[in-house]
């Protein structure tokens, strides 16, 4: 995980190559399971098989990366810092995926994980200066470094919203699942940023 960035595989350590962390524990207990199903002769409903597979967090890792860096990077304010709140909430998910229930979906899931892992290193002291200058697709320019400088003044419950319906492409349902409110939570939230941003743009200083 931290120390191999963005390379498009989880951290592997010294599993077999393209395995997630703790695949091999996961499945001794399957093999487990299935031996004592058979042997009982009963047939048994495995709650936790309702759990995320390690290949379907490989695939979302693998696929969605880019979306789960820019808004990690946003919310932390860093973008090596937003790099490693990504392979620490994949790390959480892959642990934690039995525990999965499929109520929503996989993607908000982790997507949940991902943004309270950001939170938490957020509130992180810093080390080093902020690296920002690649985040959303500001490229540095003037104009865009006083869009996040606006954005950033915003109150948070606003920015995470903007980041995930902008950054991320999510939509407002799957937006509602990671923040834990209604789906027209999400719609009014996202309004008052909008109105909020536009007052901000017009008061700042030319």
């Known amino acids: 995980m931290p120390g191999d960035r963005h390379d498009g595989a989880l951290d592997r350590g010294d599993r077999r190559a393209g395995d997630p962390p703790g695949r091999a524990a996961a499945d001794r207990s399957d093999r487990v ?6 042997s009982t002769g009963h047939t048994h409903i495995d709650v936790r098989r309702k ?6 967090l490989e695939t979302l890792y693998l696929e969605r990366f880019g979306h789960f860096a ?4 946003a919310i932390c304010g860093d973008l090596d810092r937003g790099r490693d ?13 039995r525990s999965f229930r499929g109520s929503g979906s996989l993607e908000a899931w982790v997507w949940r994980i991902v943004v309270n892992e950001a939170r938490r290193i957020a509130r992180e002291p810093l ?3 902020l690296e920002t200058a ?16 606006q954005i950033a003044a915003l ?11 902008y950054y991320a492409d999510l939509d407002y ?34």
Do not use: W
């Open 33 to 38: 399971l299935a031996a004592k199903q058979q």
């Open 173 to 206: 349902r799957t937006i509602a699942q990671v923040l834990g409110v209604e789906v027209g939570t999400v719609s009014a939230t996202l309004n008052a940023a909008h109105r909020n941003l536009r007052r901000n743009i017009q008061e700042a200083p030319r």
């Open 134 to 149: 690649e985040l959303g697709s500001s490229n540095g320019r003037p104009e865009a470094t006083g869009l996040r400088e």
């Open 70 to 73: 820019r808004v990690a990077a």
């Open 155 to 165: 109150p948070e419950r606003q920015r995470e919203t903007l980041f995930l319906r």
């Open 85 to 97: 709140a990504v392979q620490a909430g994949f790390t959480a998910a892959v642990r934690d995926r």
């Open 51 to 56: 759990g995320a597979t390690p290949a379907q």
């Open 127 to 129: 080390t080093e200066p």
